[in-house]
């Protein structure tokens, strides 16, 4: 009981922490401007909740269970209930790789559960080389790698002191108390979330089943594949055989595109839009 009251204090904070990550890099790097990343309306990231707990447990299995020969990085010391004081070692290598692979794979089976269950993308790295089903890619993959380097020896040792803090705030110094007023904050938080999830849920089935009815999946694939055909047609006549020095009619060029987007595209003018899962208040796109 106690454990799981500790992860889901864990899984808010994350959930609330990468929300406000995800919120900026979005503004500043790839959507550049404001938008809400995630499914829900709230201000909470399920997934980054998930990624904390993911990397929390291995780095508590890892150093909790190996010899207690090996060391690994302990600054401030009682790290998982080991005393010594520790600086950076290879062992360390073992962790950070657990927690890349534990975040990776995350990343997969949530997109993976959106694009099956909901045909939504809430991320998309289609654009990317190396990419597999738009849901991961090895530049992020890299970004991942990154994460868990900072959170091993940036954020880990903090977070333990503050859990450990935490569970003496909810349970008292002798671990046999209870804090139900904090109890009851945070039960009311998780009331609103689960609420959030189960109305946002229902959103997205509406999606899924409008998807299916239109057609979008299918007319957007045709119009991607028409579209590459174009382009290729385009460059073989700028570039190849007896056509090389004829210059193309981009203006016809650009309105055979357009009839072809108006005739497979509900609305092609938001096809342009370089980051189409989001509508113009920042949400993933919808239907009434």
Do not use: Q
């Amino acid at each position: 009981m106690t454990i799981f009251l500790l992860y889901l204090f864990l899984f808010i904070v994350g959930s609330l922490s990468g929300w406000i990550i995800e919120v900026f890099f979005r503004r500043f790097f790839s959507a550049k401007k404001w938008v809400n990343p995630g499914f829900m309306k709230g201000p909470w990231l399920p997934l980054y909740g998930f990624g904390v707990i993911v990397m929390f447990t291995m780095c508590y299995l890892v150093v909790s269970f190996f010899p207690e020969s090996m060391h690994f990085y302990n600054p401030l010391g009682g790290l998982f209930g080991h005393d010594y004081v520790s600086a950076p070692k290879v062992a360390d290598l073992i962790p950070i790789a657990l927690m890349w692979i534990g975040m990776v794979t995350l990343e997969f089976l949530a997109g993976l559960i959106f694009i099956k269950g909901f045909h939504v993308k809430l991320w998309d790295y289609s654009n990317l080389k190396g990419n597999v089903m738009g849901i991961i890619c090895p530049l992020f993959n890299i970004i991942w790698l990154t994460v868990a380097v900072i959170f091993y020896y940036g954020i880990n040792p903090f977070l333990y002191l503050g859990a450990s803090k935490m569970y003496k705030f909810m349970f008292g110094d002798s671990g046999t108390g209870l804090n139900f007023g904090f109890i009851f904050v945070m039960g009311i938080a998780y009331g609103i979330m689960i609420w959030d999830f189960s109305t946002s849920i229902g959103l997205f089935a509406r999606i899924s089943k409008f998807s299916k009815e239109s057609g979008i999946i299918e007319k957007y694939e045709a119009i991607k594949d028409r579209w590459e055909e174009i382009n290729k047609d385009a460059k073989n006549k700028l570039f190849n055989g007896k056509e090389k020095h004829k210059r193309i009619d981009n203006t016809k060029l650009e309105t055979l595109k357009e009839k072809i987007a108006e005739s497979v595209y509900i609305d092609p003018e938001k096809e342009k839009d370089k980051d189409s899962n989001y509508d113009e208040s920042g949400r993933p796109v919808k239907t009434d």
